[in-house]
């Protein structure tokens, strides 16, 4: 049992390596003009040792920001308070600013969208049978708060919260 431990525990470590390799890399350069070889010579580790835990670059971010997002709409999925709501998600966004911005300067926003996506059609799941309004509600309220920030935050928070009430109702 503690080798398969240990296995786990070094497998868990070489992913974190990995994801917080290419956060380093997208500080320097775009998603399209970082390679495989590249990463894992950042986070020390072999190609092969890649290849176990992931298929492309895109799965390091996906599997990183699938966490992070994901734990945020576990959070709104357990609050009943609709202003609170409005709270959690203010302050994953605020939160979230660097990334964001980063995402929209190295080209992997739509990595972003599609967690987001996913995770707004599961937060509706059994409320709301209507795919092509769960899609219009993940992208607009994406949009609109990718927009706000990107934006430098300009309009108050409270019409940043209105325009989202908007979609929902």
């Known amino acids: 049992m503690a080798a398969t431990e240990h296995a786990e525990k070094l497998k868990l470590e070489t992913k ?4 917080q390799s290419l956060l380093e890399l997208l500080e320097e350069k775009e998603l399209a003009k970082i390679s ?5 010579q950042r986070a020390g580790v072999s190609r092969m040792a890649f290849y176990r835990q992931f298929q492309s670059l ?3 971010l996906l599997s990183y920001f699938e966490d992070k997002i994901s734990a ?7 609050d ?4 609170s709501k409005l709270q959690i998600q203010e302050q994953f ?27 707004i059609k599961a937060f509706f799941k059994g409320q709301v049978d209507d795919e092509l309004w769960l899609s219009f509600v993940s992208a607009g309220t ?8 990107l934006s430098g935050k300009g309009r108050p928070i409270g ?11």
Request: net charge negative.
């Open 93 to 119: 966004f605020l939160s979230f600013e660097t990334e964001l911005l980063l995402a929209q300067q190295r080209g992997f926003m739509p990595l972003l969208e599609e967690i987001f996506s996913r995770e």
């Open 159 to 169: 019409e940043v919260h209105d325009s989202i009430g908007r979609m929902v109702k």
């Open 58 to 60: 895109d799965e390091v």
């Open 16 to 19: 974190a390596y990995l994801c």
């Open 72 to 78: 945020t709409f576990s959070q709104l999925k357990n």
């Open 142 to 149: 994406f949009a609109v708060w990718r927009d706000w920030i």
């Open 80 to 83: 009943d308070n609709q202003l």
């Open 36 to 40: 495989i070889s590249q990463l894992c």
